[in-house]
């Protein structure tokens, strides 16, 4: 079986050859351009099968050696067969595809690495590992079966947290099933899935564009300590935010790009469904008027609207929400997206409510995965200031 394009999941696409009558079967481990000999994994759908390689016969130039022994067993790292140039080179054919496919727009991507990123390895900052007695693991490709982590652990763990005999000293022999790792700015904690810590802080300090900002450990932040400075100055730079400029931070979290906009001048409301993001979001940026509620009920809209920077989850804003900012006429979205289907749907929403996707930057703050992080910015097709 020859594998053809990349797929939004990071799968590439084939046919299945002889009596399969041309079946799209969805590919694992492969990269497009490669021979293989494949096994199939799931069969149950009509449309589409799912396969996974276990053989190369013709193999691409740009496969190399996982530096993990358990790459593509695991499921949270399908990228480490392949080199680290042409993860990127990929991950901007999805985010094209997506845009051509979803939003009718047809422009070349490109995906820029972030600072302190040298080979894809050491960034994690949050870890959720499963524990079986005295042994650590990770799931599974599309199940909930455990990995067990290899000598060493997880080469994708950022440096500065603990070591995996000091994650199972912590649990003790205790009846826990899963256990998550934060490492900060200021330390380390242990946690379980429903806020019990086990050790260190459950609110941690992250420091970014000059401000310390203070986050659950189980709360959201970029995974990537390179991540959340660089999308900061992308967001400052392609909002255009400057002095007087009402702005709202929707899905704000903890206040990082509600910080950025308030250091330059505007004046902030942020809205955030999460109570506890909410209050760490007013002792960091006690310059912002924050509200805690869904973004699609809330009434930030009840004034001016220069500037709107929003960062939904991964299923998007939607379109009642971006067509919210549109009535108000706001003069510059700036929409970060980790999900470029979703992204790409609600643009193509905005582009019927008069706006133009005026810039598209993509990063790679998830390397040895399919998954990339997109900053759009939208302005409307006519000029409203004056």
């Known amino acids: 079986m020859i594998l053809g394009d990349i797929a939004g999941g990071g799968a590439c696409v084939a046919r299945l050859p002889g009596n399969g009558a041309g079946r799209v079967v969805f ?9 293989v000999r494949v096994r ?35 499921g949270g790292c399908d990228w480490q067969h392949i080199g680290l140039a042409r993860q990127r080179e990929l991950k901007a054919q999805i985010v094209a595809q997506q845009f051509a496919r979803i939003a009718h727009l047809y422009i070349p991507v490109e995906v820029q690495a972030v600072p302190g990123d040298q080979d894809g390895l050491a960034w994690r900052t949050r870890m959720r590992y499963l524990v079986a007695g005295d042994c650590l693991g990770l799931r599974a490709a599309g199940s909930h079966d455990m990995v067990p982590l290899p000598a060493g652990g997880c080469p994708l763990v950022a440096p500065g947290g603990p070591s995996d005999s000091q994650v199972l000293g912590i649990v003790g022999g205790r009846p826990i099933d899963e256990v998550g790792v934060t490492i900060a700015s200021s330390g380390w904690s242990v946690w379980m899935p429903g806020g019990a810590l086990l050790a260190g802080d459950m609110v941690m300090m992250q420091h ?5 900002y203070q986050v659950r450990a189980d709360g959201f932040w970029q995974v990537h300590p390179g991540a959340a400075d660089r999308l900061v100055e992308a967001v400052t730079e392609l909002s255009g935010v400057k002095q007087g ?11 990082l790009f509600a910080g950025a906009l308030v250091a330059r001048g505007a004046k902030v409301r942020g809205v955030e ?10 002792r960091n940026v006690p310059e912002a008027l924050f509200m805690a509620a869904r973004v699609e009920h809330a009434p930030w809209d009840d004034g001016p609207v220069d500037v709107a920077v929003l960062d939904p989850p991964r299923s998007g804003a939607g379109a009642a929400v971006v067509r919210r900012l549109a009535m108000r006429s706001t003069k510059s979205i700036t929409y ?18 008069g706006y133009r996707l005026a810039t598209l930057l993509a990063f790679d703050v998830f390397p040895m995965t399919p998954h990339v992080e997109c900053v759009a910015q ?9």
């Open 208 to 212: 970014a564009d000059g401000r310390d």
């Open 245 to 255: 400029d009402a702005a709202v931070d929707l899905y704000c979290g903890a206040g």
């Open 336 to 353: 970060v997206s980790c999900d470029p289907a979703s992204l790409a749907r609600d643009i193509a929403v905005l582009a019927g409510e």
């Open 273 to 282: 469904a999460n109570q506890r993001a909410v209050e760490l979001a007013r």
């Open 378 to 386: 939208l302005v409307p097709t006519v000029d409203l200031v004056g």
């Open 40 to 74: 199939l994994t799931d069969t149950s759908r009509q449309a589409w099968w799912q396969g996974v390689v276990e053989d190369v016969i013709e193999p691409s130039p740009d496969r190399v050696t996982p530096p993990c022994p358990v790459a593509g067993l695991c």
């Open 27 to 35: 590919v694992r481990g492969g990269i497009p351009g490669e021979r």
